[in-house]
């Protein structure tokens, strides 16, 4: 089965169709920059767009970088607050003409993982981060998601955690990987300190650096690259549009 997943960050929007059974990626990944400001009409008309150059007509997930609770979005850090509060399901759907299945996009992109990625086969407490704009959280006990965890916004220094330690945090300092990786590695150290998981996966746009600042992390936890580095957020949102908008293969 084929789906569109597409992945809303604060920087790019991202989207791709998925096959579900493998996690395999059947177009190649479109890429535009979200638009700014990022209110919830700026980012249907794009999205439209996207499904569109993909010649589109089905089901869509979508990753979008905030709290998201049966399709409302709850919270707006690196997009516009217009969106808080609104039913983004049911007005990504009114865009898009098709259904869709909208969760946060680090949920998504750990929900690739676990399927598909680092975190397969992975019993325990799984925590996967996603280091980009922000930083996303998805948490896992056996395999099961805890959905909607925030914690890159836990306070560190009198500062929110991601204002510090994200990605866009480190360009904006003008830092190399290996300069960043303290301030990292302080963050996971904190939230390590929260909630002792067994197992860190390191996803979103600063996965494809981790060679560089991997080995410079000592937080007492295993540390691994997300697998599907920054497709994740694509792959996830295609599989939770499968298990939501789709019916069973029985039925
Ligand atoms: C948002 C999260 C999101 C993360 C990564 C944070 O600013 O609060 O909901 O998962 O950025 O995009």
Redesign the pocket.
Known sequence: MHLLGVDI??TGIKAAVVDVATGALITPRQRVPTPQPATPRAIGIAVARLAQSLDWHGPIGCGL???VKHGIVC?A??IAPEWIGVDGRQHLQEALGQPVALL???DAAGIAEMRFGAGRGRDGVVLML?V??????ALFINGSLIPNT?L??IEIRGKDA?RRASDAARKRKGLSFAEWAPLFDEYLHRVVALIWPDLVIVG?GASKAFDEFGPLLSAPVEIVPAHLRNEAGVVGAALYAAACLTLPLSE
């Open positions: 960050g604060g970088p905030a709290v919270t850090s690196n946060n996009d680090a996603t980009g704009t922000g930083i996303g959280t925030e890159g916004h991601e979103g």
